[in-house]
């Protein structure tokens, strides 16, 4: 039997209406919290949501200034800035690794992607932690073919995108080298020290050459740009923009016409040629041969290339010019000369007797000339143009090494000359201080012989050769040799000292000596004599190592790398010189046969030119 349930309308009344007032209180009690929360958010923290609000839709990106342009003094281009296209890649739009390493797996199945390419991008990569990068790059300097295949395929790479920018160019490539350097990607090292604001849109900065010495005047000021965005940080209009200032362009006192003359007048030999010109100070000709082509380090250069570079036995990558040290040889005989005749322990017309050797006194030791059977008896003069080896042993010794030093320190040898190049090596200038504070030992006088012909511990760059040369040249004004000609383009005398001497007499006899040289007839140099114009100058040839004391040189079976160096250093024209230069040739024999003929066609492009 079934039975109808009788309804307690009043309990489900009361059910009801308990029910609603619980519902309408736990209502009540959302809206309360929704609405405290809201006035939050939108009353008491609006100036803070509406700043990070903005910053979602509006970025701040800096500008890069175009880098400054160099030329020589002929006006002619030697670092430019030219476009290229190159693929990067945006961090933000990767989720994780596992994507980044997706992405590149799939963009090697379109470009041509080399272990060097990935190698710099993931060193990038890792530098985000010390410098915020927009973009890196993956793949430079992109062929019209691979920027085709990849503008088809674009669509499969959301975080890979191709951009135009500038990247700097050498034309002149290896001629240029050591002396403009290069620019390279900004490392971690740098990063410590420049100014991130400055660099704010800049990936690269000058390593070495002018590019680093003139960092400041080439970058430039950076700008900027208030974007706006959309969520994929895409963006949808420019709002603001302040343009950045470019680089200032650089005039230089280098003649790249007579560096190429140069460097072809080495004919592959190794060693390194400064001409300076006297009347200012201006670097004409700075030459370290071999070189290397300053473009391969622009945009990161591969292992393969650095290796045979940094492994190969000419070692192109080092400046000879202003870090090489060499035994001057006998192109320090004039200033030697100079300095017997300011301190007043000879007098040009004194004679000293050569027997091919020298002894000190109470010593067996013999100290021997080039000339196996003596000069006979030689004044400074003939002791100058002939190179007599005992005339000068002998005044080194009346001399003393202090005198020595002191005088010879006064053309800037043992010191950097200050040219406006990083890098500048000092070499050395012997003295008993030095000896004793570098060696712990006392100076001994036989040291004082072998510094009287530039051997022993004397030791000089080509650069100072040049620089003391041209002081001799002009009268005994030092000028600093400087690469930066004046932005109104005339040369401008650097700071300059006048080398204090007691007589001028006593530097025109040393000049009429150096005349001598290639216009005597008995001169080391008269090979390169010329019809048109006077050259004064002094051969040098220096021992790369000692011969034992019952030995001959030339009988020696010397390897190339022992072999002498072949020096020279000179001035032109005699009368108003405008050219002065110093030059060796490594492991290349004698001055006078290599290094002179090699400095003549550099006077002769500079001097009969018309320049």
């Not at 509406?50 to 006006?75: H, M, V």
């Not at 706006?228 to 343009?243: A, D």
């Not at 016409?257 to 460097?263: D, G, P």
């Not at 006392?442 to 051997?455: D, M």
Request: some cysteine.
């Amino acid at each position: 039997m079934k039975y109808n349930q009788i309804t307690n309308k009043l309990f489900e009344k009361r059910l009801f209406i308990q029910r609603s007032v619980v519902a309408g209180f736990l209502i009540f009690a959302g809206f309360l919290v929704l609405s405290h929360r809201m006035f939050g958010l939108q009353v008491l923290k609006h100036d803070y949501f509406q700043t990070q609000s903005k910053k979602n839709r509006i970025r701040i990106e800096p500008l890069a200034p175009t880098r400054g342009l160099i030329y020589d003094r002929n006006n002619i281009l030697l670092a430019e800035n030219i476009p290229s296209f190159s693929l990067v890649i945006m961090p933000e739009l990767l989720k994780n690794k596992k994507a980044e390493q997706g992405m590149l797996t799939l963009l090697a199945q379109y470009i041509n992607l080399s272990e060097d390419d990935l190698k710099r991008y993931h060193k990038q990569r890792h530098q985000q932690r010390f410098r915020r990068f927009k973009e890196i790059p993956i793949k430079t300097k992109l062929t019209d073919k691979e920027l085709a295949h990849f503008s088809v395929n674009n669509h499969l790479f959301p975080s890979v995108k191709v951009v135009a920018k500038l990247i700097r160019n050498y034309p002149y490539g290896n001629l240029t080298a050591h002396v403009l350097g290069y620019v390279g990607r900004i490392n971690k090292k740098e990063l410590k020290k420049i100014n991130t604001t400055t660099y704010a849109a800049t990936t690269h900065i000058g390593k070495n050459g002018i590019e680093a010495s003139y960092e400041t005047e080439l970058h430039g000021q950076v700008g900027y740009q208030k974007v706006e965005v959309n969520v994929l940080g895409k963006v949808i209009r420019v709002l603001e923009k302040k343009l950045p200032v470019s680089g200032k362009d650089l005039k230089l006192t280098f003649d790249s016409h007579l560096q190429k003359i140069a460097q072809a007048a080495f004919k592959g030999q190794k060693g390194a040629l400064v001409a300076i010109d006297p009347r200012d100070g201006g670097v004409l000709v700075l030459l370290s041969y071999p070189s290397f082509d300053s473009n391969l380090f622009v945009e990161g250069i591969s292992s393969k290339n650095y290796r045979a570079l940094l492994n190969s036995p000419h070692r192109p990558l080092f400046n000879r010019a202003i870090r090489g040290t060499y035994p001057p040889g006998s192109t320090v005989k004039p200033f030697i000369g100079l300095a017997g005749l300011e301190n007043q322990v000879t007098h040009f017309n004194q004679k000293t007797f050569c027997r091919g050797y020298y002894q000190l006194p109470k010593y067996k030791h013999k100290y021997r000339c080039w000339k196996k059977r003596g000069h006979g008896r030689v004044n400074m003069q003939t002791a100058i143009i002939q190179s007599c080896d005992v005339y000068f042993y002998d005044l080194a010794v009346k001399l003393g090494i202090d005198r020595l030093h002191d005088f010879l320190s006064k053309f800037h040898f043992g010191q950097k000359t200050g040219i406006d190049l990083v890098g500048e090596k000092r070499a050395i200038l012997p003295s008993r201080a030095w000896k004793k504070k570098r060696k712990g030992v006392v100076w001994y006088p036989g040291e004082t012989v072998n510094t009287g012909i530039g051997q022993g511990y004397f030791t000089v760059t080509p650069l100072q050769l040049a620089s003391a040369t041209a002081a001799l040249a002009n009268g005994g004004l030092y000028i600093i040799p400087h690469l930066l000609m004046e932005s109104s383009g005339k040369p401008y005398l650097k700071k300059a000292k006048k080398i204090p001497l007691k007589s001028k007499y006593n530097l025109q006899n040393i000049q009429y000596a150096m005349l001598q040289v290639i216009e005597g007839a008995r001169g080391t140099a008269k090979r390169i004599r010329s019809t048109k114009y006077q050259i004064a100058g002094k051969t040098g040839t220096a021992q790369v190592f000692s011969v034992a004391q019952d030995k001959e040189y030339k009988n020696l079976n010397v390897s190339k790398k022992n072999q002498d160096h072949a020096l020279f250093v000179t001035y032109a024209p005699v009368d108003k010189p405008t050219i002065a230069i110093g030059i060796i040739v490594e492991n290349a024999g004698h001055g006078g046969s290599v290094a002179a003929p090699i400095a003549k066609k550099v006077m002769d492009a500079w001097i009969l030119g018309g320049k």
